[in-house]
């Protein structure tokens, strides 16, 4: 499957963004779907993952609260949904998917091509 990632924008600190991920003319609701990003100089870093079904939602701490994951199988499509964002939130983030659930992101083998978020202060 080939992911679609967009959404990328320059926001001040506090203010919201929506990213999606599409996986045009495929079965998007058979992965889970995960959410990484790296900044620069850093290594990439797991964000958020939905199960298929989109029951079950896990975030890393750093985005707890603020940032919520969420998926529309019938359209492909899922989001992450950003708000109060911080300068440190700043970082290509990209989307992908896994046939198992984890924070790692070795175990995702579909990837998509990245997105720029940049959030000034």
């Known amino acids: 499957v080939q992911l679609q990632a967009s959404g990328r924008g320059s926001v001040q600190a506090g203010d919201s963004l929506r990213l999606s991920c599409a996986a045009p003319g495929r079965t998007f609701s058979t992965f889970i779907t995960g959410w990484f990003r790296q900044a620069p100089g850093k290594d990439r870093e797991f964000v958020a993952y939905i199960n298929r079904p989109g029951s079950i939602r896990h975030y890393a701490d750093s985005v707890t609260g603020r940032f919520t994951i969420s998926r529309d199988n019938a359209e492909n499509v899922v989001y992450l949904h950003m708000n109060i964002l911080k300068p440190e939130d700043t970082a290509v983030y990209y989307c992908?998917?896994?046939?198992?659930?984890?924070?790692?992101?070795?175990?995702?083998?579909?990837w998509g091509q990245g997105t720029q978020v940049t959030v000034s202060s």
């Open positions: 992908a998917a896994a046939n198992i659930a984890s924070v790692r992101s070795s175990m995702y083998n579909k």
